[in-house]
């Protein structure tokens, strides 16, 4: 299984990154920005997204709308401290499949992740 | 949701209240869910009565219906615990990593709390991060301006929201 994290903070990757391996998960594409995301998703296709909403270049709003509009119904969690229910509303309108909210406990993100790693 | 015994003696307006309640609850989440770490709010100063900042802060612009920033101040002991605790590994300078380190506290400080305040609109910049020992950030002119002062295992902390529209 192959895992995309995109997020403009290093630290809250290898945050994320610690987690996926601590369900079996190595194949593991990091993107710093939004336009990453949607040039890796788009040259080497994924298993599942984690991102953030908020990043340079494009947002994590951004990389769910272009992969969507793709065809793609890879599942996308997103990870953000956008809470307000108006956001996350858009987030699913836009094809999110999960949200989760930072901060958040590592049982959390593990909870999350149980629902869509097969390895 | 968090209380602490400072933050439930308080004795502000309403107006003030609104501000503070929801970053002082939203500080110690941050900590005590990524760091495991347990801060307590001891004090809550004007920008006049509070003029030092910490080793390393960052900085996220606030527009829409509230103008202005948020700071999150670290004391450099802070910085480097922190740092640790999420990479295994202590630093001895303040490097690329804890400058991450911060500006993403930075971001989740903000963005709860932001959350947190009730008011629709309100929009947040990508955090900025500087460091350096002595270094001072000056709020707008007029804002309304909470400086929240913060112990944590590991050191001081401040969490400073600067804004006009309250």
């Known amino acids: 299984m192959k895992v995309l994290v995109a997020d403009d903070s290093g630290i809250m990757r290898k945050i994320i990154i610690r987690s996926l391996n601590a369900v079996g998960v190595t194949d593991i594409v990091e993107a710093a920005n939004g336009q990453e995301a949607i040039d890796a ?9 984690l991102t953030d909403w908020n990043m340079p270049e494009k947002s994590g709003l951004d990389v769910v709308v272009e992969i969507r509009a793709t065809g793609s ?9 956008e809470a307000q229910k108006g956001q996350v509303i858009a987030a699913i309108q836009a094809g999110v499949n999960d949200y989760l909210t930072k901060p958040f406990e590592s049982d959390d993100l593990r909870a999350k992740l149980d629902k869509f790693v097969s390895v | 949701m968090t209380d602490n015994s400072f933050l439930a003696t308080l004795d502000v307006s309403e107006k003030r209240q609104k501000l503070i309640k929801p970053f002082a609850n939203c500080t110690k989440d941050v900590f005590s869910m ?24 960052g900085l996220i612009g606030v527009s829409g219906a509230l103008r202005g920033s948020i700071v999150v101040s670290v004391d450099q002991d ?47 910049g990508l955090p900025t991060v500087i460091s350096g020992k002595g270094h001072t950030v000056t709020f707008d002119h007029g804002a309304h301006v909470e400086i929240l002062q913060f112990s944590s295992p590991h050191g001081p902390l401040t969490v400073e929201i600067g804004v006009r529209g309250l």
Do not use: H
């Open chain 1, 41 to 49: 998703y788009k040259a080497n296709p994924v298993d599942l997204i």
């Open chain 1, 73 to 81: 119904q890879v599942p996308i969690i997103m990870v953000t401290t």
């Open chain 2, 34 to 57: 990524m760091l495991n770490w347990e801060t307590e709010l001891i004090g809550i100063f004007s920008q006049e009565a509070f003029m030092s900042r910490y080793d390393c802060s």
């Open chain 2, 78 to 124: 802070v910085a480097f615990a922190a740092a640790e605790a999420f990479l295994g590994a202590r630093p001895d300078t303040i490097n690329a990593e804890v400058i991450d380190m911060v500006g993403e506290l930075t971001n989740m400080i903000a963005g709860g709390g932001k959350d947190r305040i009730g008011i629709p609109g309100i929009l947040l």
